[in-house]
């Protein structure tokens, strides 16, 4: 008499995205729409305790999107020292800006074999919304 098992499942490995990172993505966009619209102002003090409670996560994705900020000259730390936002002169912030306007120029050549025709329609849309503005 042979005994049969009932085979247990195995479970598909997760492709989710870690949380962890969505974490850090969310911070690192967050202080920097601060930092840029002003809300942060040049020489503040950014402690990680406060930044994690605002954005309501830990404080490893703060901190790792502090680095992220530094290493783009939007935060200035040392080590073992508080983040604080760096200060800009207007030739900075036009440099800033003129550097946003290449690389979402680059993005969308990059991106643009991938397009359909139903985006380029909507792009089209838009730009008549534009020009009747």
Same mark, same amino acid.
């Given at each position: 008499? &042979?005994?049969?098992?009932?085979?247990?499942?195995?479970?598909?490995? =997760?492709?989710?995205?870690?949380?962890?990172?969505? =974490?850090?993505?969310?911070?690192?966009?967050?202080?920097?729409?601060?930092?840029?619209?002003?809300?942060?102002?040049?020489?503040?003090?950014?402690? #990680? /305790?406060?930044?994690?409670?605002?954005?309501?996560? =830990?404080?490893?994705?703060?901190?790792?999107?502090?680095?992220?900020?530094?290493?783009?000259?939007?935060?200035? /730390?040392? =080590?073992? #020292?508080?983040?604080?936002?760096? &200060?800009?002169?207007?030739? +900075?912030?036009?440099?800033?800006?003129? &550097?946003?306007?290449?690389?979402?120029?680059? @993005?969308?050549? @990059?991106?643009?074999? @991938?397009?359909?025709?139903? +985006?380029?329609?909507?792009?089209?849309?838009?730009?008549?919304?534009?020009?009747? &503005?």
């Amino acid at each position: 008499m &042979s005994i049969q098992t009932r085979a247990t499942p195995k479970k598909a490995p =997760s492709k989710a995205v870690n949380p962890n990172r969505n =974490s850090v993505q969310t911070a690192y966009l967050w202080i920097k729409k601060q930092i840029i619209s002003g809300q942060f102002k040049a020489g503040e003090i950014l402690p #990680q /305790a406060t930044l994690a409670k605002q954005c309501k996560i =830990s404080r490893g994705p703060i901190r790792e999107a502090l680095r992220l900020l530094q290493n783009q000259g939007l935060i200035e /730390a040392e =080590s073992n #020292q508080r983040a604080r936002v760096a &200060s800009f002169s207007p030739e +900075d912030l036009a440099q800033i800006s003129a &550097s946003m306007i290449v690389n979402v120029g680059a @993005a969308i050549v @990059a991106s643009a074999s @991938a397009w359909e025709e139903t +985006d380029l329609l909507h792009i089209r849309t838009l730009v008549e919304k534009l020009k009747s &503005s």
